[in-house]
């Protein structure tokens, strides 16, 4: 996982359509579905919905793409002061995805 991937995961629950989202990122449609994918299975989760009209997030999906933004938000904070810090991104997306993995068993207890 990387942080294009977060981006790209960020772009499509915003937009709400992987093809709205494609054109925002000026990628083709077929590799960020396929990023998508990937991300999911490593998750292991489904973050999307996908329909007709679009995708929409899960649970899961919702609680990660807070957790995105908030890694995204650090990332452009490092970049607008010239500081591109890799192990700090790298510490960021590590705890994005400790926090995630903790509100995710939260859920599922929470719903049993």
Do not use: C, W
Not at 9 to 15: D, K, R, S, Y
Not at 55 to 75: D, M, N, Q, S
């Amino acid at each position: 996982m990387d942080l294009r991937q977060l981006r790209y995961f960020a772009a499509i629950v915003e937009e709400g359509s992987l093809s709205r989202a494609a054109a925002r990122l000026h990628v083709s449609q077929p590799p960020l579905s396929t990023h998508l994918k990937a991300l999911e299975r490593e998750i292991g989760a489904t973050l999307l919905v996908r329909g007709n009209r679009g995708v929409t997030p899960t649970a899961a999906g919702a609680v990660f793409y807070e957790e995105v933004r908030a890694v995204l938000a650090h990332e452009i904070g490092h970049v607008a002061n010239g500081d591109m810090v890799t192990l700090s991104l790298i510490q960021g997306v590590v705890n994005t995805f400790v926090i995630f993995a903790a509100r995710v068993v939260g859920y599922v207890i929470d719903s049993f």
